[in-house]
């Protein structure tokens, strides 16, 4: 069975700096999907970035970057120049992709991050 | 586009109550899901349906049932309620799948549900 790792109950940084969030999966299939998903206080769930195994290139979307290693089993965020809106629930999440067709989206149990001013 | 709606945002239940947590999505997504939140459990799969007609169980389905007689709607029956399943309760839907990279979960806003 796969499962999804996010070792960093809470994290705190300071607004202008960079965080990186750890996140480690395991599975035995070599396509899948890996999915960051940001969850404010306001509770809705938002898809932040998502990354193609068979893809070497890390994603990206603006401030927010991942480092995928793909050996490793490991799918880490990193957010630039943090702000006070990045407050938030960060999950990791993986989906197998058998051949056109997907599994269902397996969670973390989430990493509590605070931005401080 | 409203996306996915969850009805009702709060509900407080008596133990043995029994309700109906409504989700409904105007994407034509064939694929719905229940995630139920608890506090340092992440988000938990319940039931899933991969099209009108079609629902199976997730990891944590017991005391819950489904049915997806519409392609747009899935809701979530809570026979006997239980203190166990107080938590926060989301649909999810994606076009295709449990949520591919083209085709992403879309959540709707949660259900806070309080079991006495």
């Known amino acids: 069975a796969q499962t999804v790792t996010q070792s960093q109950p809470e994290m705190s940084v300071q607004e202008a700096e960079t965080v990186t969030l750890s996140c480690t999966y395991d599975?035995?299939?070599?396509?899948?999907?890996l999915f960051w998903y940001k969850q404010p206080p306001s509770r809705q769930m938002i898809l932040v970035i998502r990354?193609?195994?068979?893809?070497?290139q890390n994603a990206t979307e603006n401030r927010f970057s991942v480092n995928f290693q793909k050996a490793a089993k490991s799918f880490s965020l990193k957010i630039s120049d943090s702000q006070l809106g990045d407050t938030a629930m960060y999950f990791c999440?993986?989906?197998?992709?058998?051949?056109?067709?997907?599994?269902?989206?397996?969670f973390g149990k989430g990493t509590k991050l605070s931005v401080k001013p | 586009n409203a996306g996915v709606t969850q009805t009702p945002k709060f509900q407080v239940l008596k133990t043995g109550q029994s309700m109906t947590l409504q989700c409904a999505q105007d994407?034509?997504?064939?694929?719905m899901s229940w995630y139920r939140q608890d506090p340092g459990m992440g988000l938990r799969l319940i039931h899933y349906?991969?099209?009108?007609?079609?629902?199976d169980q997730g990891e944590v389905p017991n005391g819950y049932n489904v049915s997806r007689s519409t392609t747009e709607d899935f809701p979530l029956r809570l026979l006997s309620a239980a203190p166990s399943q107080t938590s926060v309760y989301f649909c999810?839907?994606?076009?295709?799948?449990?949520?591919?990279?083209?085709?992403?979960?879309?959540f709707g806003n949660g259900t806070r549900l309080t079991v006495t």
């Open positions: 999810a839907s994606s076009r295709t799948g449990g949520g591919s990279y083209n085709s992403p979960l879309h």
């Open positions: 599975t035995s299939e070599s396509n899948y999907y």
């Open positions: 990354q193609e195994a068979y893809k070497q």
């Open positions: 999440a993986f989906i197998l992709n058998y051949g056109g067709s997907q599994g269902n989206l397996i």
């Open positions: 994407m034509n997504h064939e694929y």
């Open positions: 349906s991969v099209g009108a007609g079609i629902t």
